[in-house]
């Protein structure tokens, strides 16, 4: 359901205004704070008919919107002419400024939506149009993906004793080799239970504990990611770690008798992830999920939702996300059956889960908060 809201509410420059002082000039509406489906300048929208909206601000008081008009088009070129060959809403009398819902030509896949909003005050005077902003399209249709759904190819416990010794996650990797600059990049990828995808050695995003919990039976979020800076020309290397999550939790007894893995849609992890490359000579490149790539244990040996993990650093295996690893040792993923899956929703169901700045060494914030901990042992490594 659609929420319609009624007049807009104006940020006033002057909040305040003191006895004597000189009245504040008054200067013409002026229009900011683009945002589309809650986001600014967002990338990865599977909204069909995405909705708009703005914020409008003026040095004079009581000031309202009695109507808008707002600009779609294909290029910011095609929009510094004041055209919208997307979209001209015309005139609209309201004063409506959010859940304003795009009424133009329908959007196709990964397109770029360049807009911009002009609105009229209270007593009829035109805004300046507002700075563009942009939004662009997610993967719209189920054929838009050519990647598969991969694990490492092991098998879940059989004894729910089992379940609690270790068990690795696995480090995936798959090596690349781009012939030209890169003008365009995109990263499409969700992971069951949680995944962490990397770069040539660095971390993609910011986001932990991702995709967000859901019915996975019915819906798997995913989330994309503008990697244009992370790719290169040449040889590159993308990795990804999985952790269980809530798809494949401890056989623990809530409450004493409730089993969650009787409860939940389980299974071993697994992930999904389409690299798409467009280069500077026109051509374009996909690298995605498939048997193709390279698994094998890392360093992380438990991780559970309830009991944390087990991390032994002598196990770090140095460059396995960069390019040139050897990687001979590894083995094969596995497909996995098909998940029905759409974008994330973070951005309108509530904020994702972000890494947090390096904390004070050895800080405990508290016996039921979230804690960050960092240390620096000394001494001889344990056997």
């Known amino acids: 359901m659609r929420a319609h809201l009624g007049a807009a509410t104006v940020l006033c420059g002057a909040l305040l205004c003191l006895p004597g002082s000189p009245a504040a000039p008054v200067g013409p509406v002026v229009v900011a704070g683009l945002h589309c489906e809650y986001g600014s300048n967002p990338v990865g929208i599977d909204e069909k008919r995405p909705r708009l909206g703005w914020v409008m601000t003026s040095s004079r008081r009581n000031q ?29 009398v309201t004063g409506q400024s959010v859940h304003v819902v795009y009424d133009g030509r329908p959007l196709a896949s990964r397109s770029i939506c360049y807009w911009k909003a002009r609105v009229w005050d209270g007593e009829g005077r035109v805004s300046p149009w507002s700075a563009p902003a942009r939004w662009e399209m997610a993967l719209l249709e189920p054929g838009d993906w050519s990647a598969t759904w991969v694990n490492d190819g092991e098998r879940n416990p059989t004894s729910d004793e089992a379940f609690y010794r270790n068990d690795p996650a696995p480090l995936f990797r798959r090596e690349f080799s781009l012939p030209a600059p890169v003008s365009r990049a995109r990263l499409y990828i969700s992971g069951l239970g949680y995944y962490e995808a990397s770069l040539n050695g660095a971390r993609v995003g910011d986001r ?83 048997a193709t790539w390279r698994v094998a244990d890392g360093p992380l040996l438990f991780n559970s939702v309830y009991l944390g993990e087990v991390y032994d650093a002598r196990l770090e295996v140095a460059g396995w996300n960069r390019p040139g690893f050897d990687d001979r040792g590894a083995s094969r993923p596995r497909a996995s059956p098909s998940v029905r899956s759409r974008r994330s929703r973070s951005r309108r169901s509530g904020s994702p889960r972000r890494s947090a700045p390096s904390p004070s060494p050895n800080r405990h914030r508290g016996p039921t908060s979230s804690t960050w901990v960092r240390t620096s042992p000394a001494g001889p490594a344990s056997r």
């Open 64 to 92: 309202v919107q009695s109507a808008y008009q707002v600009l779609v088009a294909t290029s910011e070129a095609v929009l510094a002419q004041h055209r919208g060959n997307l979209w001209d809403s015309g005139k609209v």
């Open 208 to 290: 932990l504990l991702d995709p967000g919990w859901t019915m996975y039976e019915k819906r798997v979020f995913y989330s994309v990611y503008d990697i244009t800076r992370q790719v290169r020309q040449g040889r590159n290397c993308v990795g990804v770690l999985l952790g269980n999550g809530w798809y494949n939790p401890l056989p623990l007894r809530m409450w004493g008798n409730l089993n969650l893995r009787e409860h939940l849609s389980i299974g071993r992890p697994r992930f999904i992830a389409q690299l798409e490359v467009e280069l500077a000579d026109g051509s374009r490149q996909s690298i995605v999920s498939d």
